[in-house]
């Protein structure tokens, strides 16, 4: 296929979660309707598409887990199950016109930096194209890891991730083995607990749990927030509020988590009477050093007579027998894993090939790292939803990403006021800096000090996935592209056959001169700190 007839679009997005939809969203409000959102599967939803294992629903409340510009006044319980999210991603689908933007079954397999032209060359399974700008939303949470157990391959019964829950097999009565106890596997069990014949778990570390204070939202409460949005506004405010004051006691202060330790261990004690099942399931590493989870059904599945727990990992797997590695053996007819995804080695970044010819993932050999969490140096338009060190410990990822879909914003702003053929590269001084800044915050985190090993440690043992501070900060700090922080790639006018671009600089970051260039009218970016992204001109849905 030559160039001229390859389809070229302005902006590509990868990946229709909230990260990819959310992007869109933003495009289209910016203008912007040359783009097209690339989905290797069938639908939309990303990661709650991907996990409807039974009892998935999400630990953070559902009026704080939705878009500010979408608001959902009809949200069923405090924390929604797996169907409703995925429900009112199809609706936001819907409500902004997102459908003939979308590609399904468009896995992305490839893409590589054109410098000539300044533009990505994207191999997808339904046919290539080119883009200006590509955003990469795929998320952290979508491909599952599954470790290397010697003999898996030998288990003559039924194994899968949790994230790709096989509805087909029938668990009841069976000897099912549960690997892991992360987020996922502790709703899991509690869910698969009464239907199967014997259920072990397979616990390397244990977790803090603490209670879930879950309930249904009244019909007289879903009334108000539809019909008086303010009220809905303050659940919001207050959620968010609530989450802001104890960041500290995350990044700053990890011992003043000592009362939450307390309520954790209340609530084991609570549930489980039993002193060595107790002292099993009691963390020896601070809270907050993994993820907190929540739950009130976990424990008291736990005590239940067909449930067995092994303190320890799955070691090796000989036919229908599980040994762990304290050498225990376990018969089982099912096994399913709960070991969570590949977060700090994200695949897309083996299939990103920028503008040295090196792919995103041998860049970030010693550990993934990009300007303000979005842009890495040497893959110029090139921009991460949900990037290095934008996770969240304790409050909504949806604030997160709006952050970054004011960046993007911003971004494709400054393209349209630099004018011409041209891209932005963030500058390697900049991210160096950028990066330098988290890590230095990072020391005093409980995620480093706390004493576990965590999925948010990357096999360096540097947290290149956490967020040190607030929403409220990344706001502040992504509010507009720093014009100083890129080179401007330009194509001169008179080239018309292509040749390398022209580099200038935006500013002084490495002591060249430049000239700053706000957006349109010299104003700041929509999305202060203050302000949720498109709050001014939201649509319930």
Known sequence: MTEREREHVRVAVIGSGFGGLGAAVRLRRQGITDFVILERAGSVGGTWRDNDYPGCACDVP??????????????????????????YLERVTDTFGL????????????????????????????????????????????????????????????????ARWDHDFDLRGKRVAMIGTGASAIQIVPAIQPEVGRLTLFQRTPAWVLPRADREISAAERWLHTHVPATRAARRGLLWGIRELQVSAFTKRPDELGLVEFVAKSHLKKAVKDPGLRARLTPDYRI??????????????LVQPNVDVVA????????NVLIGSDGSETEADAIVFGTGFRVTDLPIAHRVTGAHGTTLAEEWRDGMESLRGATAAGFPNFLTIIGPNTGLGNSSMILMIESQLNYLADFMRQLDVLGGRMALSARPSAVQEWTRRIQR??????????GCDSWYLDAHGRNTTAWPGTTSEFRKVTRQVDLAEYEVLRVPAARTGGGTPERTTGGTADGNPGVKVDGPGGGPAEGSAGKAAGQSEEVAV
């Open 312 to 319: 320890a990992g799955l070691a090796e797997v000989r036919g």
């Open 288 to 301: 907050g050093c993994k993820r907190i989870l929540l739950s009130n059904t976990y424990y008291p599945a």
């Open 99 to 162: 459908r003939p933007h979308l590609r399904f079954h468009a896995e992305v397999r490839g893409l590589r930096w054109c410098n000539d032209a300044l533009h990505w060359e994207i191999d997808t399974a339904r046919g290539p194209l080119t883009a200006e700008v590509v955003v990469s939303a795929t998320g952290p949470l979508s491909d599952p890891k599954i470790p290397d157990v010697p003999g898996l391959d030998t288990f003559p019964g039924k194994v899968f991730h949790s």
């Open 441 to 450: 915050r990072m020391a005093r985190a409980v995620w480093t000090t706390g």
């Open 62 to 87: 559902s009026h704080l887990y939705s878009f500010s510009f979408a608001p959902n006044p009809d949200w069923p319980r405090n924390f929604s199950g797996q169907p409703h999210i995925r429900a």
